[in-house]
């Protein structure tokens, strides 16, 4: 179940599950569903992933915000590594994902595909156009490393 911090309704959308991907959410919806906010958004998300560890619930982690990585690291620092992992998409933030990784925590690298891929990377490209220079500096890394 992906849950989405940027609408207000997600915190009470925790209770019942047992594995929840968490994301900020990047569809538009009006203000009366869906924190506007950048700071809003990222205290939702806090508070949504606290909750989700203390019921218990095995959460992935999706973010590229390097406040978010943090305080999740603080959020799951008790928890065992198998009770949660990192998400975040193929090109972004490859140094940070593999810092990660190398502090033993687990990393799931997803790559858009499927009948919507083009419609889904544009939404993302517009969100934050920083990543489609990460993803250019990721894809000739890997060719070159050939």
């Not at 911090?5 to 919806?29: H, P, S």
Request: charged share 30%.
């Amino acid at each position: 179940m992906v849950l989405q911090a940027y609408l207000r309704r997600t915190l009470a959308d925790i209770a019942g599950l047992d594995n929840i991907r968490l994301c900020k959410g990047i569809y538009v919806e009006p203000v009366e569903i869906a924190y506007k906010e950048f700071d809003a958004v990222r205290s939702n998300y806090v508070r949504c992933l606290e909750r989700i560890v203390d019921e218990g619930i095995y959460v992935g982690i999706a973010t590229h915000d390097e406040y978010l990585i943090r305080e999740a690291l603080r959020i799951v620092s008790d928890l065992p590594h198998d009770r949660y992992e990192f998400q975040m998409l193929l090109g972004v933030r490859p140094d940070r994902a593999d810092e990660l990784v190398a502090d033993g925590h687990r990393l799931r690298v997803y790559v858009p595909y499927g009948t919507h891929w083009y419609e889904y990377s544009m939404r993302r490209l517009q969100e934050n156009p920083k990543i489609a220079g990460y993803i250019a500096a990721d894809t000739v890394g890997r060719v070159l490393k050939r």
